[in-house]
């Protein structure tokens, strides 16, 4: 009996303006998914920026300093995103090919952890950038704001990918 996992698009395509330039092109059975999350996040980029703007309420000189490094942030994001959106569709390969065994899920689980790492150190070497830039409690403020949206995000991508047996 074949197997479905669907991506979720919305959730990755919220968390930053991901996949605007990926490096490889996918294949054709899913370069569907890397267009649609390309379009959604360049919808959503604005949103998300307007969004850390009216929570974090910066003057005139902090904004000049915050943006720049957060901006730097999104990028690093996009790489991550696409990493782990990589990750999710080798999962759902091997998932619907009944392809998933031990060393195969292992090496998936590996590389998911990498990714993680790779976040939580790209939101340390965020927050060293910005606490030169802008009052500390600005930039906890945005790591917050930044760890909740990312929060969100892994909740809905959690809800679409399946439990193994």
């Known amino acids: 009996m074949k197997k479905s996992l ?14 605007a330039s990926p490096a490889a092109q996918p294949s054709p059975d899913v370069e569907p998914l890397y267009a649609g999350m390309r379009l959604l996040q360049a919808q959503t ?8 703007d009216a929570q974090l309420q910066l003057d ?12 730097e942030h999104q990028q690093a994001l996009a790489a991550l995103n696409k990493r782990r959106l990589d990750n999710v569709l080798a999962y ?5 090919e009944d392809a998933l ?11 998911a952890l990498a990714i993680e790492k790779d976040e939580t150190d790209l939101l340390g070497h965020t927050y060293r950038k910005l606490k030169r830039a802008v009052p500390a409690s600005k930039a906890v403020a945005y790591l ?12 809905e991508q959690a809800l679409n990918v399946p439990l193994l047996p």
Request: zero cysteines; charged letters at 25%.
């Open 6 to 19: 669907p991506v979720l698009l919305v959730a990755l395509a919220i968390s930053s303006n991901a996949l």
């Open 60 to 71: 005139e000189g902090q904004a000049e300093r915050f943006w720049p490094v957060f901006e």
């Open 92 to 96: 759902a390969k091997a998932w619907n």
């Open 144 to 155: 917050q704001l930044e760890s909740k949206i990312r929060a969100i995000v892994r909740y």
């Open 101 to 111: 065994d031990d060393a195969r899920a292992a090496q998936l689980a590996e590389q």
């Open 45 to 52: 980029a604005e949103d998300k920026r307007a969004f850390v």
